[in-house]
């Protein structure tokens, strides 16, 4: 081997180093897309969460037996929430 091959080698090895260091900067297109869809469907359970709240709260003001009952319901999904998963 002369110079000529082993400066071409070191170029052609600094230019792969660069080029996977730039790689390893960005963040890959799949990964921010589920990081962008956990995102949206936290945002979602939030909001329904809310209005479930908000709803359940005006029941509960308005009328008691209601109330009872929705808790009831609601317990007995609770507990069948593991098995439906």
Do not use: H
């Not at 180093?17 to 890959?28: K, R």
């Not at 897309?33 to 509960?60: D, E, H, M, P, Q």
């Amino acid at each position: 081997m002369n110079w000529k091959n082993v400066l071409n080698l070191i170029r052609v090895d600094r230019k792969s180093a660069d080029s996977l260091e730039a790689e390893a900067d960005t963040i890959p297109r799949e990964l921010l897309f589920c990081i962008l869809a956990l995102l949206g469907c936290f945002r979602r359970r939030l909001a329904v969460g809310l209005l479930v709240g908000v709803g359940y709260n005006s029941i509960a003001a308005s009328d008691l037996n209601v109330s009872n009952e929705f808790n009831q319901y609601a317990q007995s999904f609770f507990f069948s929430l593991p098995t439906l998963c």
